[in-house]
């Protein structure tokens, strides 16, 4: 099994989603086998967006609550500063 840099395989993720553009291209940018790159994309980059995107939901609405019950209105600040921690 080859080891392969994390960093080659997020970035080649996000080639593909972001432009659409093909797992033979990526594997020509990057020097790794199209198949690793798909495998990547679809077992493990795709579960980790799925639990992240769960996180942030909850987070938002925790804050949401909070923000509505406290001042009446929605403020993006309330909402947004605990979702720092998961993105940064």
């Not at 659409?20 to 980059?45: A, P, Q, Y």
Request: hydrophobic letters at 45%.
């Amino acid at each position: 099994m080859v080891k392969v840099d994390i960093e080659l395989l997020v970035l080649g993720a996000l080639r593909v989603l972001g432009s659409g553009c093909s797992f033979d291209i990526i594997e020509e940018l990057s020097n790794v086998d199209e198949v690793t790159h798909r495998n990547f994309l679809h077992f493990k980059f795709c579960k980790w967006g799925r639990g992240l995107s769960k996180l942030i939901s909850q987070e938002m609405t925790k804050s949401s609550v909070i923000s509505l019950a406290c001042s009446r209105e929605l403020d993006c600040r309330n909402v947004l500063a605990p979702l720092t921690v998961y993105i940064l």
